[in-house]
């Protein structure tokens, strides 16, 4: 009966002050209302592009339903809700390659749409030293749900178009597009572009040795975390499943939290994959 009542009250009040996030609730919510819009946002759909773009962490978005999560304002904007500055380096590497972009809306707190929806992280109960109180003690329910109506739609239709691509004959490399926190646990990191794989072998380690050749930034290679099947979802499922080549790069975010400075960043990246590319 108490939960009857909280529950009406959140619903009537939007949810924000009232939710108990601890609940063990097995009532499956919508997440996201109808008016709110989905998780996918595409760029530049039918571009000419062998290159096709991904972007997981463009947004910070929450739903409605889930309120400020238990996060003050400050929280929802740092590095562990979204990629700060990806989205903008993001559309300028579009433009510039005339590629497909598919970006992702809602923040990563919400569901890690770049992580398998079976590992902790997808919904983590903590990020960096940061907890998050609306995903304490998740049902299997909610976190089901998170992923029917934001992992799935975002990463079937990324597998829709890139069925299509090869559908039509067209070559592809995958490109992915991060950013990464300045200082973590207390950490400083010193790498300006992190270029991340696994197992491609040859694309990617290719794209490390130019711009560390051919530019004077500070270049990681795997740094500061490398890709794997854990804490990673593009890069293993569409770009080494089917066997392409794919690239993950990792910005790191106080040089393109100002959205004045996407152009030279992204034209780094352009600059890599195309001269890597006209080698292969
Ligand atoms: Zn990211």
Redesign the pocket.
């Known amino acids: 009966m108490k939960r009857t009542i909280l529950y009406h009250l959140v619903q009537t009040l939007g949810g924000i002050a009232l939710t108990d996030w601890n609940q063990t609730s097995q009532e499956t919510k919508r997440v996201l209302a109808p008016h709110e819009p989905p998780p996918l946002e595409v760029v530049n759909a039918q571009g000419s592009s062998e290159f096709f773009l991904i972007c997981?962490?463009a947004g910070n978005r929450i739903p409605e339903s889930l309120g400020d999560m238990g996060l003050s304002e400050e929280d929802r904007q740092r590095h562990i809700a979204w990629?700060i500055g990806?989205r903008a380096v993001a559309l300028e590497l579009s433009k510039m390659l005339d590629a497909p972009l598919y970006m992702q809306r809602y923040s990563?707190l919400v569901c890690d749409c770049?992580r398998r929806p079976d590992v902790p992280s997808f919904a983590p109960e903590k990020s960096e030293a940061t907890i998050v109180p609306a995903n304490q003690n998740l049902s299997a329910a909610d976190r089901e749900a998170r992923a029917e109506e934001i992992f799935w739609p975002f990463h079937n239709a990324v597998m829709e178009a890139l069925d299509a691509r090869d559908a039509a004959g067209r070559t592809t490399k995958l490109v992915t597009v991060?950013?990464f926190t300045p200082v973590f646990h207390g950490e400083k990191r010193p790498w300006e572009i992190g270029v991340l794989f696994n197992r491609d072998r040859d694309f990617a380690p290719r794209i490390y040795e130019w711009l560390t050749t051919n530019t004077d930034r500070v270049i990681g290679s795997n740094e500061p975390y490398a890709v794997g099947d854990d804490s990673d979802y593009a890069i293993p499922v569409h770009g080494e499943k089917r066997g392409i080549p794919c690239v993950e790069f990792?910005i790191r975010n106080d040089l393109i939290a100002d959205p004045a400075n996407a152009p030279r960043w992204a034209g780094y990246l352009r600059d890599a994959v195309t001269a890597v590319t006209a080698v292969l």
């Open positions: 997981e962490h990629d990806a990563r770049n991060h950013s990792e």
